[in-house]
C-alpha cells in the first residue's frame, strides 16, 4: 500500500487542471437532452479530444493517451472539481468503445474509435425492447443475412435509447438465428441512424425533455463488416459491455464526491432552516462517507486489477451503491431547499441552485432503474458473490 | 368514543370520488396542464355543483356545514385524481379564515356566499409559503402584513409567475400595499387566523398527499400485475411485493393520524397543531416512498412523460414542503413532545379536547 | 367521529387506575422466563383475577366483565401507564382464548376458560415443528383416534413453544388424518404437560433464559373431548387464532406508547450526550409517532369492527408495524446508552435503567420473526390486500 | 499509488485466519466464554506463537515491525473468530503507545519485548471507554490522569467487574492511584499518546466489527441455502437474497475506509482520525446489519443460545459503542467536514498524507 501519486501522475494531474481552468466554458451549456445542447456538448467533446483528453485510457493511434486506470481517475478527479460539462457520448466511449477494443477487428477499431473520441460519431444503445427490458435475453429483433452473405436485414424495434434522436449510429444485440431463443443465435451489431428503414421517434422523458427514443428497424441493411465478434455471439460480446456498464467507467467516483461537496456547501449556505430537521446534517455527513468510499472502493478496484484481478459479481455492488447515494444525496438536497426545490430554472425566486438540484434529483431516479434495476443487481449479487440458489 | 366516519361523510367521499374519476381522467389532467391559466373554469364549475366548494361553508351562508373532518376525506380526493387547482385554499383554508371572523366583517356572508357557490377564487399568501398558490386566476387574496389579515382584490397585486415542475402548480410571488381598506383583522386575532389557517393548510396537503400516494400505490399494482419480465407478471417477484406492502402498511397508518389532527382542529384542541405537523409528516413519508417505489416498479416506463405516475409523483415532490417544510414539522413536533411535562404516553392518545 | 369517552368508560379507567395504583408490585417481578418469575407473574395474575380484570372483555360467567374493545384500549392503557408486570399467560388467554369462544362447546368454555382467566392453568403453544416454522402447513405430528373412538394418541415433536417447561397445558395442530398433506386433516388437540409420555426440553434463548422447550409426544393419550372444533377442521379453527395472534390483542398499542414515553425520557436524561448524534433527536421523535400512529389505528380499527367490519389481512400491516417500530426504539436506547447499553443488571456501572432495554433489544429481536415473519407478512399484504399474484 | 496489500500481508493473514479456524472453533469459544477469567492463556500462547503479538512491535525490539495496514486485516481476522481476548488492545494498540515512548523510557526496550513474546497484558483505560477490558487478567495497566500516562502493575490497581451479554468481555472500573513512579508521559506528549492510542483502538474495533459482519453473512448464507421452507431453500427467496445482498455490499464498501484510515494512521496523516471515525461508523454499521438480517434470517434458530450467530451479534452490540459510541465519531466526522474550508471533494480522497 503506497499512497503517493508518482510524479507523472502529478503532471498529468496539474496538465489536466490547467487545460480545463482555460477551457471550461464559463456559462453552463444547454441540456444536452435538447438538439442545441446536445450540439454545444458535441463541439465541447471535440475540444477534449483536439488535446486528446476525450479518451485518456485509449491508446494514441486511436485518439487517447495511453493513460493507466489511475491516471483515468485522475482525469475524473479534476475534471468533476472543474465543474465541466456533462459526456455525451459516454454510452459509444464506454459501452461500445471496450467491445470495439476486444472484439472489434483491426479495421473496425480504425473506422470506429477515432471518429467516436472525437464525437464526429455519437452513438446511441440499442439492448432494450418493449418487452426486453429487465429480461434482456427476450429480444426479439430480428438480423436476417443476406443470400449473399454480404450483409443483414435488421427488423424491429428497440427503445430506451439515450438521445437516440440526435445521434448518429446505433448498437446492439439482433437476433440472427431464426427460431433461437434466449442467449443463443443474437449477433451484435452497429447501424447507421440516417440507413433507409430506420425510423426514430422520440419519448419524451420526465423532465420534458427528449431523453430517449424507440428505434425503429424496417429492413435496414447493414453490412456484415458491422458485426462484432462471431455470428450468434452477440450475447457473450455484449456482457462483456454490460459488465463495463454497471462497472466503474461510466459513473466515476469524482462525479459524486462533487456531488457530496456541492451538498455540503448548500447545506452550510442554509444551516439555519436545514438544523430544524436533525436528519439532515446526518444525511450530509453520510453523503460524504458514501462519496469517499464510493471513490476508496474504485482505487482499490483499479489496485487490484493492475495485480491481474478480474471485476465479477462487484460491479453489481457498485451499481446499488452509486445510484442510491446519488438518490439519496439529491432528496436531501431537495429537503434543504423546501418550497424552492420545486421551482424551475426561469423561476426568479428559484435562486442559482434549486433548479440544477431539481434536474440531478429528476435524472437521480433513474439510476436504480438503468442499466439493470438494482433488483435485478441485488439477485446477481445473492447468487454470484454469495452462492445463493436461484429461485 | 367513536373514531369512524359516519355515514353523511362516507357517501358525499364516496360520491366526490366517483364524481373524480369521471370528470378528471388523466387525460384532462393533462389537457389543463397544457394551458395558460392552467386551470379549467369548467372543472371547477362542476366540483362547484357537487357541493365541494360549500362543504364547510356554515350552513346560514349557504353551505354544508360539514368540518374539518370531512375535508380530511375529501383532500384524500383531491390527491388521488390530482385535480389541477388548489381548490382547497379556497373552500377550505380560506372558507375556514373568512367563516372564523366575526359576524359582519369585511363581507363574511358575502364572501361565504360566494365560496359556497362556486363564484370566486380566494388565493392565499400565508407567512409559512414563501410562494402564492393561483395567485394570478383568484379574484380575492388573503394576505398577511405582520399579524395583520388583508383581504385584497387581484387588480391590487403584482404577480410574477414562478414555474413548478408540477405544471399544475401555478406560484407566484405577489408586490401589494397594505392599506386599512383591506385590512380584515390584527394582532391577537389575526396571529389566531393565521394559526388556524397554517393548520388547515397542513391538514389540506396532508390528505393530499396521502391521496397521491394511494393513487400511485393503484397504479403501480396495476402495472406490475400486467407487465411480464421472465415469463411472469414482475408483481409475482418478492422484492416488487415487498415494496408495495411498505407503500400500503404506510398509507394504512397515516389515514388515523390525518383524521385525528382533522377531529382536533374542527374542535379547537390545544394540540391541533402538533396533530397537524403529524400528519403531514406520515403523509408526505407514505407518498415519497409510493413515489419511490412506483417509479422503481415501473421501470423505465416510470420515467416517461407519457405514463401517468409522473403527473402524481411531481405533484407529491411539490406539495411536500408547501404549507410548511418538513423541518418545520419535525420542529413543531420536536417542541411539543419534547417539552417539560408534555402529556405523552399511553392514555394520552385523544386527551386534549376542547 | 366523537371522540370523548362516556361517563361509564371514564368511571372504568378510574378504577383500573385506582386498582393498578395500590396493587402493582413496587419491585419489579423476577423474569417470567425462569421459574421463580413464573410463579411470580402467576400469583399476578390471579390477583388481577381476583379483581375480574385479567380478561375483561371475557363474560362475567367465563371469569371477565363483558367489555368491549373501548374499554379494553382503556386498560391497556392504564396498565402499561402504570408499569405493571408483564402478562405471562397471554398465550393461551389471547391465542387460545379467542379459540374456544369461538369453536369450544359449552363443556370445553366452562371447563377451561375460567381456570384460564385465573391462571390456574398455564398454557403454552404448540404450532411450529423443526421443519414447519413459516410454513406450518409443513405439520407431521401426529393424533390417531383409538379404536373405540373414546381418545386420540399423540406422536410427534413440537418446537419454540414459549415458556413450555414451566405450562400446565399445550395446545397446537395435530396430524389426524392419516396420509393427509398440508391444509387439509389436522385437528386442533389440548394436552396436559404432565400426561404420560410427555416430555420438555428447554430451548436457551439469546439471553440465557429458558424462553422456549420442544415438547415430545410418545405416544400420549388424549379424550376426544379435547379437541375443539371438527375433527380434520383443525386449520381452519388454527386460522381464526392465528388472525388474533397477529392481530390487536397480543401487542396493544399502550405497550408501544409506554415504551415511546420511556425513550423520550431516556432521550431527555442525555441529551448533552444523545445529540452529538443528530438521528437520535430524529429517531425519538419517529417513536412517539410511531406509537401514536399504531394507536391511533387500533382505535380506528376498533370503531370499524364495532360497525361490524372484520379484520382481513389489516392484521398483516400491525405486525410489521408494531414489530419494527418495537425494534427501532429499542436500537434508538441503545444507542442513547452507548458504553452503558451492553452492561447486565448485576453491572455495577449499568445504572438503573440500562439492563432493561438491553432486555428490550434482544426481545425485540424476535419481533419481525415470530408469528409469522415479517416476509411472510408483506407476502400476505401484496396477495391478499393488493391482490398481486402468488410467486 | 497503490491502494493493495502486498503479499507479506497477504500472507500473514491467510496464515492467521487457517490458524483460526481449526485453533478457535466456536465450540472452543463457548468453553472459554464459561470460565471464570474468560481468557485462555493456551490460546494466547498459541496465537503469541503464530506471531501475532509481536506484529507491530518494533524489529529492534524482537517484533515483526508491521504497522496499522497490518493490523486492519488482523483485526478482521480477531472479529471473524469472535476471540474472546482483548489481544488487540495488548498487542496493537499498547504497542503502538508504548513503542512513541522515548527510547529508554519507562522500561519501553523491556515492556516491548514482553508484548512480543507473548508474555505481558496490558489493559488499556482510555477516557472515551467509561470501563476498561481485561484489567483483572491484565498484568500491565495503561491509564490516565488528565493528560498523564500511567503504567501501572495489575497489583495497584482495585479492580470490580462489571458484566456484559457479550460473555467474551470482560469490563472493569477501576479505583488506583496515580503517582510519579507510574507515570510515563504528560502533557503535549501524553495528549498525542492518548490521541494516538485512541485512533488505533478505533480502527482495532472497526476491523473487528467488519471480521463480524463477513462472519454472520457467512454463517447466514450457509444457513439460508441449506434450511428449507415451502420446499425449497429459503437463500432461493428474493427477500432473503435481498437482505443478504445488502449486507454484503455494506461489507464490500467499509473495506477500503478501514484501509485507507489504517494507512492514514500509520502514516501519522492530519485526517486519521476523521478517517478513523468514519471507519468505525461505517464497519459498525455493516455488523448491526449483518445481526440483523442474520437474525432475522435464521428466524427462531438464530434467537437461540445454541446456534452459534448469538455470539457474534453480541459481540458486535458490545463493541460498537466501545472506543466511542457513534455520537462520538459521528461529531469528529462532521466537525472535519463541516469546518471551514475542508478539503472534501474530488482529488482530495488520499491528499492529506505525511
Redesign the interface.
Known amino acids: 500500500?503506497?499512497?503517493?501519486?508518482?510524479d507523472k501522475?502529478k503532471a498529468f494531474?496539474a496538465e489536466v487542471r490547467s487545460w480545463l481552468a482555460r477551457n471550461v466554458p464559463k456559462a453552463p451549456l444547454a441540456s444536452y437532452d435538447t438538439r442545441e445542447g446536445f450540439e454545444q456538448h458535441r463541439e465541447w467533446e471535440r475540444r477534449l479530444f483536439e488535446s486528446r483528453l476525450s479518451m485518456v485510457m485509449w491508446p494514441e493511434h486511436l485518439g487517447g493517451r495511453g493513460c493507466d486506470l489511475?491516471e483515468w481517475l485522475i482525469f475524473?478527479?479534476?475534471y468533476?472539481?472543474a465543474g465541466a460539462p456533462m459526456r455525451v457520448n459516454q454510452n459509444g466511449q464506454l459501452l461500445l468503445g471496450p467491445t470495439l477494443m476486444e472484439f472489434g477487428t483491426e479495421a473496425q477499431k480504425q473506422r470506429f474509435l477515432p471518429r467516436m473520441a472525437a464525437s464526429d460519431d455519437m452513438w446511441a444503445q440499442g439492448w432494450?425492447e418493449p418487452?426486453a427490458?429487465?429480461?434482456m435475453a427476450?429480444i426479439t429483433s430480428k438480423a436476417t443475412l443476406s443470400e449473399d452473405g454480404s450483409h443483414y436485414i435488421l427488423n424491429g424495434q428497440k427503445?430506451?435509447s439515450t438521445r437516440a434522436i440526435f445521434a448518429d449510429w446505433v448498437f446492439g444485440l439482433f437476433r440472427s438465428e431464426a427460431g433461437s431463443t434466449r442467449h443463443h443465435g443474437l449477433s451484435y451489431l452497429l447501424a447507421p441512424l440516417d440507413a433507409p428503414g430506420v425510423t426514430i421517434r422520440p419519448?419524451?422523458?420526465?423532465n420534458?425533455k427528449q431523453a430517449?427514443a424507440e428505434i425503429f428497424f424496417d429492413d435496414v441493411k447493414v453490412p456484415v463488416d458491422n458485426r462484432i465478434g462471431e455470428e450468434g455471439q452477440g450475447w457473450h460480446v455484449a456482457m462483456a459491455t454490460a459488465g463495463f456498464e454497471r462497472g466503474l467507467l461510466l459513473r466515476s467516483?469524482?462525479?459524486f464526491?462533487?456531488t457530496?461537496?456541492k451538498l455540503?456547501a448548500l447545506?452550510?449556505a442554509n444551516r439555519a432552516?436545514?438544523?430544524?430537521?436533525?436528519?439532515?446534517?446526518?444525511a450530509?455527513?453520510e453523503a460524504?462517507?458514501g462519496a469517499?468510499?464510493?471513490?476508496?472502493?474504485a482505487?482499490?478496484t483499479?489496485?487490484?486489477l493492475?495485480?491481474g484481478a478480474r471485476i465479477g459479481a462487484?460491479a453489481s455492488?457498485n451499481k446499488?451503491?452509486w445510484s442510491e447515494l446519488d438518490l439519496k444525496m439529491h432528496e436531501t438536497a431537495?429537503?434543504i431547499?423546501?418550497?424552492?426545490?420545486?421551482?424551475?430554472a426561469?423561476?426568479?425566486?428559484?435562486g442559482t441552485d434549486a433548479a440544477g438540484w431539481?434536474d440531478g434529483?429528476?435524472f437521480a431516479?433513474?439510476g436504480?432503474?438503468?442499466a439493470g434495476?438494482?433488483?435485478i443487481?441485488?439477485?446477481i449479487?445473492?447468487?454470484r458473490?454469495?452462492?445463493?440458489?436461484?429461485? | 368514543m367513536d373514531f369512524t366516519f359516519n355515514d353523511d361523510q362516507l357517501s358525499f367521499r364516496e360520491a366526490m370520488s366517483r364524481f373524480l374519476m369521471t370528470e378528471a381522467p388523466p387525460e384532462m389532467l393533462r389537457e389543463i396542464w397544457e394551458t395558460d391559466p392552467g386551470r379549467s373554469p369548467e372543472l371547477r364549475g362542476k366540483l362547484a355543483a357537487q357541493g365541494l366548494t360549500a362543504l364547510s361553508v356554515p350552513e346560514d351562508c349557504g353551505g354544508l356545514g360539514m368540518d374539518d373532518v370531512a375535508w380530511s376525506l375529501m383532500t384524500q380526493e383531491l390527491g388521488y385524481y390530482a385535480i389541477p387547482d388548489s381548490l382547497a385554499d379556497t373552500a377550505y383554508v380560506s372558507a375556514g379564515l373568512v367563516a372564523a371572523l366575526p359576524a359582519g366583517r369585511a363581507g363574511r356572508e358575502e364572501v361565504l356566499g360566494r365560496i359556497a357557490a362556486g363564484s370566486v377564487r380566494i388565493a392565499i399568501g400565508h407567512p409559512v409559503n414563501p410562494l402564492v398558490a393561483d395567485a394570478a386566476t383568484a379574484d380575492l387574496l388573503l394576505l398577511p402584513h405582520g399579524d395583520e389579515v388583508h383581504l385584497v382584490p387581484r387588480a391590487l397585486v403584482d404577480v410574477t409567475p414562478n414555474p413548478s415542475i408540477d405544471l399544475s402548480r401555478r406560484l407566484a410571488s405577489l408586490a401589494w400595499e397594505p392599506s386599512s381598506a383591506t385590512r380584515i383583522a390584527a394582532d391577537e386575532a389575526g396571529r389566531r387566523l393565521w394559526a388556524q389557517a397554517l393548520d388547515r393548510g397542513t391538514l389540506s396537503v396532508a390528505g393530499q398527499l396521502l391521496g397521491l400516494a394511494q393513487r400511485m400505490l393503484d397504479l403501480t399494482v396495476d402495472y406490475a400485475a400486467q407487465r411480464k419480465q421472465f415469463g411472469k407478471p414482475i408483481g409475482s417477484f418478492q422484492a416488487v411485493k415487498h415494496h408495495l406492502a411498505d407503500v400500503a402498511t404506510r398509507i394504512e397508518f397515516a389515514k388515523p393520524v390525518l383524521y385525528r389532527a382533522a377531529h382536533a382542529l374542527a374542535h379547537g384542541g390545544a394540540d391541533a397543531p402538533v396533530h397537524a405537523s403529524h400528519a403531514k409528516l406520515v403523509c408526505g413519508e407514505a407518498a415519497w416512498l409510493a413515489a419511490r417505489h412506483g417509479i422503481q416498479v415501473h421501470g423505465a416506463m416510470g420515467y416517461t412523460w407519457e405514463v401517468d405516475l409522473q403527473m402524481f409523483m411531481k405533484r407529491t415532490w411539490a406539495l411536500d414542503a408547501s404549507w410548511g417544510d418538513r423541518g418545520f414539522h419535525k420542529s413543531r413536533v420536536a417542541e411539543s413532545i419534547l417539552a417539560e411535562g408534555a402529556a405523552i404516553g399511553p392514555g394520552h392518545t385523544f386527551e386534549v379536547q376542547a
Open positions: 500500500m503506497h499512497l503517493a501519486y508518482t501522475q494531474r489511475i475524473e478527479e479534476e468533476y472539481a432494450s418487452n427490458g429487465s429480461d427476450a427503445t430506451w419519448i419524451i422523458a420526465l420534458g430517449f467516483p469524482a462525479r464526491q462533487a457530496a461537496r455540503v447545506y452550510q432552516s436545514a438544523d430544524r430537521d436533525p436528519s439532515i446534517r446526518d450530509v455527513c460524504w462517507m469517499e468510499a464510493y471513490a476508496l472502493s482505487y482499490h483499479v489496485g487490484r493492475a495485480k462487484e455492488t446499488i451503491v431537495m429537503r431547499l423546501g418550497a424552492r426545490g420545486e421551482l424551475l426561469e423561476a426568479p425566486d428559484a431539481l434529483f429528476l431516479q433513474a436504480p432503474i438503468y434495476t438494482n433488483e443487481q441485488r439477485n449479487i445473492a447468487e458473490m454469495l452462492g445463493l440458489p436461484k429461485s
